[in-house]
């Protein structure tokens, strides 16, 4: 037995770089009484296998490793549990183990039988047993330790991302990754809370289930669930589809994607606020074992950080460039636009119109029902001038009630259609609370000339004309000639 513990012992700790040393010896036997003895006292795992791969015996801790019983594992394959692009190299090591006497260590991925995917120090080395040369192979599981590394590197590199202001999509492409080393197959969300539901941030397709589910994701009607079932729990939620929060649309569009385990981490900001959530999509239901659910939360803490800095800065960049009240450009933001378009202009020979709208009696309005009310006719004016343009067209706020359109490649013809789109947005009357106002802009058109022109000689003819208009009798458009 201690003979047999030592050869155990040197191949533990042998089994750390891959490496294969040519020994060349002859296989050493174990007697049978020995095996059951090594499998009560040996605080790794060991199997002895073919040079098929194949498990002629194992003990617990590799059963457990791979997620099943001895029994039930006993004449599988090892191959069979060795992700694809690795088996080739795997099968070739039990050869030459056996056919070679050559000691082989190293570092090995394995799949357990529920598709997780396992980091092994394996050492192997030749051995008789049953009257046969065989492969006796020392495992210990590194998973934790490699998931770790994992980690500290997407907290380095995303860190960097953050400070060097990338792009969000960029910045969270790397967290499904990291959580695809040890569940490839897995599908990975990161759910950013935007308003009333939560919009699909960064995606990472596992399975062609988990694929479908992300695209099914992307339409509005499951906003609102998603909204309702994750942005609340601060704790990991496993959800088997049978159980209670996990339910209506989102539980029926699981189930038609084939995907049957979803886990659903809270992202929140530093105040406890909800971010949103990292979610896991596994085509098996099941629990994350200790290390994963610490590994999870620590990477969830670190999208969170990634989302706030992120919307931080998105709130900086929007207070700058556009209107804190209607959501409209600003006037810092209408210039750059307007001088972009004339340096456009000016390469491809094209124009652009403008079009200055002032909302008609706005101050009897506001002085009538409150400023409250007036800020709500403000917001409601600027989306329905928004439904009116076209999807490169600019609406800024300039003024209390004020706003110019900008059109971009625009002639005689595109700013009249618009301006007409415009006041028809306003054929209805816009509800304030229990109150119905009706109100109607003046709308002013200029055109630049072809090659580009003076933007602000441009705005000053589209002012000129929405005068024009006010004095025509007010709710019309002028085109400057």
Known sequence: VVCGLRVLGDLVRDGVNTAVTPLAMPASGLSADLIPVMKRVVGVGFAFLDEDGVFLDLNGYVARLLGGE???LTGSSFLDLTPVHYREDV????????????????EWPILTTEGVLRRTSVSSERFEYGGRPVCLSVIADVTHQYADHALRQAQARLLKQVVLEKPLPELLRGVGEVVRTHRPRAGVLVMHRHNDGLDVESAVAGSDGTQAFIDALATDDTRAPWATSV?????????????????????????????????????????????GCLVVLLE?????????????????????????????????????????????????????????????????????????LDLDDFKAINDTYGH???????????????????????????????????????????????????????????????????????????????????????????????????RAGKGTYYLSA
């Open 70 to 72: 001895p029994a039930s």
């Open 372 to 470: 409250a009310c007036g800020d709500e006719l403000l917001v409601a004016a600027v989306a329905r001038i928004r439904k009116a343009l076209r999807a490169d067209d600019t609406v800024a706020r300039v003024g209390g009630d004020e706003f110019v359109v900008v059109l971009a490649d625009a002639d005689e013809a595109t700013a009249r259609g618009v301006a007409g789109r415009v006041l028809e947005q306003f054929d209805e009357p816009v509800q304030l609370g229990t109150h119905s106002v009706a109100i109607r802009p003046s709308v002013g058109a200029a055109v630049g000339p072809a090659g580009g022109g003076d933007p602000e000689a441009l705005l000053k003819a589209a002012d000129q004309a929405m005068y024009n208009a006010k």
């Open 284 to 356: 098996r239901t099941g629990l994350p074992v200790e290390w994963e659910a610490e590994f999870l939360d620590e990477l969830s803490d670190l999208t969170g950080f990634a989302l706030e800095r992120q919307d931080r800065i998105e709130g900086l960049r929007r207070s700058a460039l556009y209107d804190d009240l209607t959501g409209a450009a600003n006037r810092t933001l209408l210039d750059d636009r307007l001088a972009a378009l004339r340096a456009g202009d000016a390469r491809a020979g094209s124009r652009t119109a403008v079009l200055l």
């Open 91 to 106: 099968a070739e090591s039990f050869r030459r183990v056996i056919h070679d006497g050559l000691r082989v260590r190293g």
């Open 231 to 275: 942005t609340n729990n601060r704790q990991v939620m496993a959800a088997d589809l049978g159980a209670d929060e996990w339910r209506g649309e989102c539980a029926r569009l699981a189930r038609h994607c084939g995907v049957r385990g979803v886990w659903c981490w809270p992202l929140r900001a530093q105040d406890g606020g909800a971010l």
